[in-house]
């Protein structure tokens, strides 16, 4: 039978013993149902096998079909920013702590990702966000984030202002610690730390989370993905504020910018096993209560 996936990378956190170990279980796995297999240059020394083809994560991504990302949560965001610029497929083997987008156990994948490499797979689309900051109207910083993207204090935890806007309409002024945009996905992450509703990965809407509002309406609000949302930071303070794109990539702001964010364009293309629910995700996740009747 052909194969539903010619090239499959694996992606894996450099220096963890667990992880490695998954992963090179995962090679020999893979090796010996005879796919292509090509190796993330940070996890390459664990692998015993000179003749192993040896990419950088750019380089994967645009050779591969399915790429497997062995770790946690933080280990898929780091490479969803760079594989969704092509059009692979992505599945996860948890070696983290939530594990939210990493479905298959380091215990037990063989069944499962048996099944996927044979074309009996779920797919789900998730978008990014991306986010600019202007300064006089000049663009002095961007990115992407697949979870949030967050307006905070730079190094001290402080009372920042703000008015955010959407689609050009004022929504808001508001006197805070920060606010979060976060996506579907991010739902689940930080976002849920900060009081923010759970949005549904099929929900094409994005949440605006307040962080610690001075005043006792402030609510989150969930709004179209499609929608463009603004902050202009106050004028009034001199202190430096920080965006955070997935708690990892931070860009500088300064009194008076303006911050764009919206939609990216592309998005990760996550494959799940036939037998995955995302409500049963939940439940283990957030411990919630087990059905008894």
């Known amino acids: 039978m052909a194969?539903?996936?010619?090239?499959?990378?694996?992606?894996g956190k450099a220096n963890h013993d667990a992880t490695m170990e998954t992963v090179v279980g995962l090679y020999n796995f893979l090796k010996s149902k005879g796919?292509?297999?090509?190796?993330?240059?940070?996890?390459?020394?664990?692998?015993?096998?000179?003749?192993?083809?040896?990419?950088?994560?750019?380089?994967?991504?645009?050779?591969c079909d399915l790429a497997i990302v062995v770790g946690g949560d933080g280990?898929?965001?780091?490479?969803?920013r760079t594989l969704s610029k092509h059009d692979v497929a992505v599945i996860g083997v948890n070696r983290g702590n939530l594990?939210?987008?990493?479905?298959?156990?380091?215990?037990?994948?063989e069944t499962s990702l048996t099944e996927v490499l044979d074309g009996k797979y779920k797919t789900e689309l998730r978008f990014l966000l991306d986010v600019s900051v202007y300064r006089d109207g000049e663009l002095k910083a961007s990115?992407?984030?697949?979870?949030?993207?967050?307006?905070?204090?730079?190094k001290v935890a402080h009372m920042i202002e703000f008015e955010a806007f959407i689609d050009g309409s004022f929504v808001f002024h508001q006197r805070s610690d920060g606010l979060i945009v976060c996506t579907p996905t991010g739902s689940t992450a930080y976002s849920l730390s900060g009081g923010?509703?759970?949005?549904?990965?099929?929900l094409n809407a994005i949440a605006l989370v307040p962080m610690f509002p001075h005043t006792l309406t402030s609510?989150?609000?969930?709004?179209?993905?499609?929608?463009?949302?603004?902050?202009?930071?106050?004028?009034a303070k001199d202190s430096l504020l920080q965006i955070s794109c997935d708690s990892h990539i931070m860009l500088s702001v300064k009194p008076g910018d303006e911050i764009i964010i919206k939609k990216h364009h592309l998005g990760l293309r996550l494959v799940h096993p036939t037998n995955h629910d995302y409500y049963s995700v939940l439940r283990k996740k957030l411990h919630w209560g087990k059905q008894n009747y």
Do not use: W
Request: glycine share 6%; proline share 5%; with cysteine.
């Open 35 to 63: 796919h292509n297999i090509v190796v993330e240059e940070n996890v390459a020394s664990y692998i015993n096998d000179t003749g192993c083809p040896v990419m950088n994560l750019l380089e994967l991504g645009k050779l």
């Open 219 to 235: 609510r989150p609000l969930v709004v179209d993905a499609n929608s463009e949302v603004k902050i202009i930071v106050s004028k």
């Open 3 to 11: 194969q539903h996936f010619k090239t499959i990378g694996l992606i």
């Open 143 to 154: 990115n992407r984030a697949m979870n949030e993207v967050v307006l905070h204090a730079d």
């Open 196 to 202: 923010g509703p759970i949005v549904h990965p099929n």
């Open 99 to 109: 594990g939210f987008l990493t479905d298959l156990s380091p215990d037990d994948y």
């Open 75 to 80: 280990n898929m965001l780091g490479a969803a």
